[in-house]
């Protein structure tokens, strides 16, 4: 079984990197923080891929766009 990775853990990652990035990169930091065959979950779905986090945290508005890429905000990610 592989471990699952809560999608605030990756909010708080991205928080300590202090500026935007891409999509891709965040989606290799994951693996390279989480490992490769790591599952993530949120509060409200389950068995996502990095991939599909990084698309679901988007529809969600969890990140801040602008040309450099995306970042996240504190206030972003939900206390429960």
């Not at 471990?3 to 930091?29: N, P």
Request: proline share 0%; charged share 30%.
């Amino acid at each position: 079984m592989s471990k699952s990775v809560h999608g605030h853990q990756v909010m708080e990652l991205m928080l300590t990197l202090g500026r935007a990035i891409s999509k891709e990169e965040l989606k290799g930091l994951m693996h390279e923080r989480f490992g490769e065959d790591t599952c993530y979950h949120t509060c409200s779905a389950s068995e996502m891929s990095a991939a599909e986090l990084i698309e679901f945290l988007d529809k969600k508005g969890k990140f801040i766009e602008s040309q450099q890429g995306i970042e996240t905000a504190a206030d972003r990610i939900c206390n429960h």
